[in-house]
Nanobody, 120 residues
Framework: QVQLVESGGGLVQPGGSLRLSCVAS??????????MRWYRQAPGKAREWVAG????????KYADSVEGRCTISRDIAKNTVYLQLNDLKPEDTALYYC???????????WGQGTQVTVSS
């Protein structure tokens, strides 16, 4: 059973930083079976993709809205993916979700989300 558990959200002032974590269980990054992605959903808006990483190769990709302010990374030994958010803006306020996506079967799993609130 695949499970994803996010943590690290919180209230931060504009210009601040946060590091989100997502611990995955039920599969191992080493197999390359799943790629990891972060999404976010602000109140009243659709869920949007933020960043993704190929778990074995470490190749990353970012949405234009966070490019240059955001870094996705993974620790294969800990089966954990991270999202470092810098220079946070009020428009970054959202519930951030971790997603595991199998590109071979299109199966995917979601975490429960961690809230990021950017406000002075």
């Amino acid at each position: 059973q695949v499970q994803l558990v996010e943590s690290g959200g919180g209230l931060v002032q504009p210009g601040g930083s946060l590091r989100l974590s997502c611990v995955a269980s039920g599969f191992t990054f080493r197999t390359g079976m799943y790629n990891m992605r972060w999404y976010r959903q602000a109140p009243g808006k659709a869920r949007e993709w933020v960043a993704g990483i190929v778990t074995v190769a470490g190749v990353t990709k970012y949405a234009d809205s966070v490019e240059g302010r955001c870094t996705i990374s993974r620790d294969i030994a800990k089966n954990t993916v991270y999202l470092q958010l810098n220079d946070l803006k009020p428009e970054d306020t959202a519930l951030y979700y971790c997603n595991a996506y199998n590109p071979y079967t299109s199966n995917e799993f979601w975490g429960q989300g961690t809230q990021v609130t950017v406000s002075s």
